[in-house]
C-alpha cells in the first residue's frame, strides 16, 4: 500500500523521527540512504522516502508490502499524526466522525 504525507519538518527530523518510532515498534532498518529507509519486522517490509517539495514542504512518501487496512499501515497513519503533532505541538488527535 503507499501513504504520503507533507509536512513542513526538514527531511532529517523527519527519518531521525522515524528511526525512533518504527524502531519503537520492533521493526528493524535494513536499508538507509540520504533520503530513504527500508524497515522490516514481524508487521512487514515498508520503505520511507523524503523529498524536498516547493521549497518549504517535505514529501513523505511511504509504500508497504501489506494490502488493506493492516497493522503496519495503521501505524503509519499513526506516525504521520506524530510528524504532525512534531510541527505543531498544538495539533490534536481528534477523530473523525
Not at 527500508?38 to 494490502?67: C, I, K, N, P
Not at 504521520?80 to 477523530?95: C, G, K, M, S, T
Amino acid at each position: 500500500m503507499r501513504h504520503f504525507h507533507r509536512c513542513s519538518l526538514t527531511p532529517d527530523v523527519v527519518l531521525e523521527q522515524a528511526d525512533r518510532y518504527f524502531g519503537a515498534l520492533g521493526l528493524s532498518r535494513s536499508g538507509a540512504d540520504a533520503r530513504a529507509r527500508a524497515y522490516v519486522g514481524a508487521l512487514g517490509t515498508m520503505t520511507l522516502s523524503v523529498r524536498m517539495e516547493g521549497g518549504h514542504y517535505t514529501f513523505v512518501e511511504v509504500h508497504t508490502d501489506q494490502v488493506g487496512e493492516s497493522r503496519l499501515d495503521k501505524n503509519v497513519k499513526r506516525y504521520f499524526n506524530a510528524l504532525h503533532r512534531a510541527a505543531d505541538p498544538r495539533h490534536l488527535i481528534e477523530a473523525g466522525y
